[in-house]
């Protein structure tokens, strides 16, 4: 369920991000234009797709995974549980990467960035409590 | 399980609905409110106007006051810019005047400008403007943009002994100064801000909300 909600929050904050990137939307509400200062940096892309549009792929793969774990005829698969751990490791490693691109190369903070980057290390979190919860789960039974 | 849940999935479709009608909500530049304001008299600049393009007969002028190192004023620049530039300056729709307004907080802001200023000596400032705004990337987050701006320069075409004269000897700084205190003075709070008509709107417009904006000054004339 801590998945499930905070992958659809994520979500938001991606297709927010992404949604401005090709100019749908007007003004980011960000206060001082670091967030635009990140998302106009060549590192906002990479071959030529938005950075924050992979963050809506894998969001939405992690909602779909942790609302499937959440069926009652699914809820002692494992399956789900991976998926989620998967989709958030690749996720924390990126989101580390944006995270040193912001702090090092880019010198300006993306608030929206920083928001999904504490989401995704919490769904992370979550999933690695899940797993260890359903091994133990397997041993009992 | 799946009753037990029931007021979870409740939660989460609400969380959905909210997130989707902000995002909505955000989808559309320069609102209503930013567009009531009713522009201020004529600058006292001398006769340094800003940096013009267009047909002095245009029905409809628009001011821009911009940042160099704004990343909405790049945005507007990148996206709307060229389409500004055919379809209704190139048509004598619009006469737009560009004027500089380098923020006190952009460390970069002042070489930039300096350096489109310089390049505006020799004819090219628009080039320098495009040149500054689509490489944005390149010199915005340098710590000695100099060079990186001198490269864009030179990518103009332009005289660079003439160039490198002009950056060190700074002789548009006091003009720039005055810009932005004019700007400030104006009440402009934001960059970029045009002024279209007797109208002020900020952001960066997308080209159809700005389109509607000159069909409407151009009508109450």
């Known amino acids: 369920m801590v998945s499930a909600a905070l992958a659809l929050i994520g979500l938001l904050v991606?297709?927010?991000?992404?949604?401005?990137?090709?100019?749908?939307?007007?003004?980011?509400?960000?206060?001082?234009g670091a967030c635009e200062r990140v998302q106009l940096s060549p590192y906002a892309q990479i071959a030529g797709i938005p950075v924050a549009f992979f963050g809506v792929v894998g969001y939405l793969g992690i909602l779909v995974a942790s609302l499937a774990g959440l069926q009652d005829r699914l809820v002692h698969r494992r399956w789900p549980t991976d998926a989620i751990l998967v989709l958030a490791g690749i996720?924390?490693?990126?989101?580390?990467?944006?995270?040193?691109?912001?702090?090092?190369?880019?010198?300006a903070w993306c608030r929206w960035c920083i928001v999904s980057a504490i989401i995704i290390v919490v769904i992370f979190g979550?999933?690695?409590?899940?797993?260890?919860?359903w091994e133990r789960e397997s041993v009992s039974r | 399980m799946a009753g037990q849940l029931k007021p979870f999935y409740i939660g989460?479709?609400?969380?959905?609905?909210?997130?989707?009608?902000?995002?909505?909500?955000a989808r559309r530049p320069?609102?209503?409110?930013t567009v009531a304001q009713t522009a201020p008299g004529p600058v006292d600049l001398g006769d340094y106007e800003g940096h013009v393009m267009g047909s002095d007969s245009a029905p409809v002028t628009i001011i821009e006051y911009a940042d160099f190192e704004c990343p909405a004023c790049a945005q507007f620049a990148i996206l709307t810019g060229p389409d500004v530039k055919q379809r209704l300056v190139?048509?004598?729709r619009v006469r737009w005047i560009f004027r500089d307004f380098p923020l006190e907080g952009h460390r970069n802001s002042m070489p930039a400008h300096h350096a489109a200023q310089c390049a505006g000596e020799q004819g090219k400032f628009w080039e320098m403007?495009?040149?500054?705004?689509?490489?944005?990337?390149?010199?915005?987050?340098?710590?000695?943009?100099?060079?990186?701006?001198?490269?864009?320069?030179?990518a103009t075409g332009i005289d660079m002994r003439r160039y490198d004269d002009c950056m060190s000897s700074g002789r548009y700084m006091d003009?720039?100064?005055?810009?932005?205190?004019?700007?400030?003075?104006?009440?402009?709070?934001?960059?970029?801000?045009?002024?279209i008509g007797n109208r002020r709107v900020s952001g960066a417009l997308l080209y159809d909300d700005l389109k509607k904006l000159v069909d409407s000054a151009a009508a109450a004339k």
């Open chain 1, 14 to 32: 991606s297709l927010y991000l992404w949604l401005w990137k090709i100019g749908l939307l007007g003004a980011l509400a960000c206060g001082d």
């Open chain 1, 91 to 107: 996720g924390v490693a990126f989101s580390g990467y944006l995270t040193y691109l912001e702090a090092a190369v880019i010198h």
């Open chain 1, 126 to 133: 979550a999933a690695i409590a899940g797993r260890m919860g």
């Open chain 2, 12 to 25: 989460l479709a609400l969380v959905a609905v909210a997130g989707a009608a902000l995002i909505y909500m």
């Open chain 2, 30 to 33: 320069g609102s209503e409110t």
């Open chain 2, 90 to 92: 190139a048509t004598g």
């Open chain 2, 129 to 154: 403007h495009d040149q500054i705004f689509f490489n944005h990337g390149r010199w915005v987050t340098e710590r000695r943009p100099e060079r990186p701006l001198r490269d864009l320069a030179a």
């Open chain 2, 175 to 195: 003009r720039l100064n005055q810009l932005r205190a004019d700007a400030a003075a104006r009440g402009i709070g934001s960059t970029p801000t045009f002024d």
